[in-house]
C-alpha cells in the first residue's frame, strides 16, 4: 500500500505519515504548531509503495489539492492505465482530473527497446508497404528510427522502457 508523508509548511509543526483521505483528514485536523495554531498546509511526498506509483505521483505533480485523486488512481487504475496516466499527464500535457478515465488520452504506447525495434517491428507489420523478401536486408533501420523519433518519444516508467507518441 502506498504511503505518504504531510509535510507541514510551519516550521513549527511536525508532519505526519498517511495511507488514505480519511487518516490524512483526521491527523491533519489534529495537528497544532508549537504555538498550539492550527496547521493547513503542508507539502504531500511519496514515501513508499510500488515504482509505478512514484511515478505516477511525479507526473501528476503530487500535491495537498490532487493527493486523494492520486490516491484514488493507485487503488482503482491498473498498471496499464497508470502508464498511459503518466505518459498522458507527464508527458502529452494533459491534464489530471478527479474523475479520471485514462482510456479518454490519444495516446499510442509500444513496451519496445528501442527506436529501431519500433522501426523493425513497423516493416515487418507492412506499415511501409510490402517489403520483397530480397530487399529486407537493404533497409536502413537507423533511418526510420530517426525519422521515427520525430513523432515518437522515449520514456522509462518502473523500469520499463516505452515508445510513445501524443496525438
Do not use: H, W
Not at 495511507?19 to 483528514?25: G, L, R, S, V, Y
Not at 478527479?98 to 519496445?112: G, K, M, N, S, Y
Not at 523478401?133 to 518519444?153: C, G, H, K, P, T
Request: with cysteine.
Amino acid at each position: 500500500m502506498t504511503q505518504l508523508y504531510a509535510q507541514p509548511y510551519d516550521l513549527s509543526a511536525t508532519g505526519f505519515y498517511f495511507k488514505t483521505t480519511e487518516e490524512f483528514a483526521v491527523k491533519s485536523a489534529a495537528l497544532r504548531n508549537d504555538y498550539g495554531e492550527p496547521v493547513e498546509e503542508f507539502e504531500i511526498q511519496f514515501i513508499d509503495g510500488e515504482e509505478i506509483d512514484y511515478d505516477l505521483a511525479g507526473a501528476m505533480g503530487l500535491n495537498q489539492v490532487n493527493f486523494a485523486q492520486y490516491l484514488s488512481a493507485v487503488d482503482n487504475c491498473d498498471d496499464e492505465e497508470k502508464r498511459t496516466v503518466i505518459i498522458a499527464v507527464g508527458e502529452c500535457g494533459y491534464t489530471f482530473e478527479a474523475d479520471l478515465d485514462p482510456t479518454r488520452f490519444d495516446v499510442e504506447i509500444f513496451e519496445i527497446a528501442s527506436m529501431r525495434d519500433l522501426a523493425e517491428q513497423f516493416v515487418d507489420e507492412g506499415l511501409f508497404g510490402e517489403v520483397p523478401e530480397a530487399f529486407q536486408n537493404y533497409i536502413d533501420y537507423d533511418a526510420i528510427a530517426r525519422d521515427l523519433a520525430v513523432e515518437y518519444s522515449e520514456i522509462v516508467i518502473a523500469g520499463v522502457n516505452y515508445i510513445y507518441a501524443c496525438r
